[in-house]
């Protein structure tokens, strides 16, 4: 059995980038950045910061190019993926991403950020509601709450 997931909190380093495949689909391309704190031998609180290469397609890369910015904590869940290609030079490179699956963000202007993490910057727009009329359902009844796995994006 293989299993390939990765699940991040952090810190956008940049304002996502919106992008259009040939296809017509979103994608949002962004950096996510993690700390990681301990202390040393000696004792001395020691603190390294990671970064992440995110991608994000369809819905999920507008509802993130739309709500997410520079600064802002979110929870990014997905898998691990490496391309590569030639670059002018001739030489092979590679990029290790993830390609994310879910997002959740993290609290907004006025609330307390975790520790370890900048507080995040305000938005602007307001995030919508979304009503249970809206979603499909797998049957005619009334839904009576929205789970958000159960939303397609």
């Known amino acids: 059995m293989n299993f390939n997931r990765v699940v991040i909190l952090g810190n956008l380093t940049r304002d996502p980038e919106l992008r259009t495949l040939p296809s017509g689909q979103p994608v949002v391309n962004f950096s996510i950045a ?23 397609f369809g819905k999920l890369a507008d509802i993130c190019s739309r709500y997410l910015g520079k600064g802002r904590l979110a929870l990014i869940e997905g898998r691990l993926q490496t391309r590569s290609w030639q670059d002018q030079s001739g030489s092979k490179r590679y990029r290790t991403e993830i390609i994310a699956e879910n997002m959740q963000m993290g609290p907004r202007g006025g609330e307390q950020a975790p520790s370890g993490f900048s507080k995040p910057q305000p938005q602007q727009e307001d995030i919508p509601i979304i009503e249970t009329e809206e979603l499909p359902s797998a049957n005619n009844e009334e839904d009576e709450g929205v789970n958000v796995k159960d939303i397609p994006f």
């Open 34 to 56: 993690t700390n990681r704190v301990y202390k040393d031998q000696g004792g001395n609180k020691q603190q390294t910061t990671e970064f992440h290469n995110v991608v994000v």
